[in-house]
């Protein structure tokens, strides 16, 4: 994968990861939208790393677990 792609993607989490954190308020759980867009960066994530099988499965539970938090703190 390219640099400038790796790049793209991880600002790319970054933004959704921003976005999520202003659209709900502290302690609230994820609506099904910013799950979703998490799901989503966590398997664009788990595809730029070339992941399958387990090692994906684990990853993106981690990712997804990871990116719900993020949101609920902000």
Do not use: P, W, Y
């Amino acid at each position: 994968m390219s640099l400038s792609k790796s790049a793209f993607i991880a600002a790319s989490f970054a933004l959704g990861v921003s976005a999520l954190a202003f659209t709900g308020g502290a302690g609230q759980a994820a609506t099904k939208a910013e799950r979703s867009a998490i799901s989503k960066e966590c398997s664009t994530k788990a595809d730029a790393q070339k992941l399958h099988g387990k090692e994906r499965r684990a990853f993106r539970s981690k990712c997804k677990r990871e990116g719900a938090n993020a949101a609920k703190k902000s």
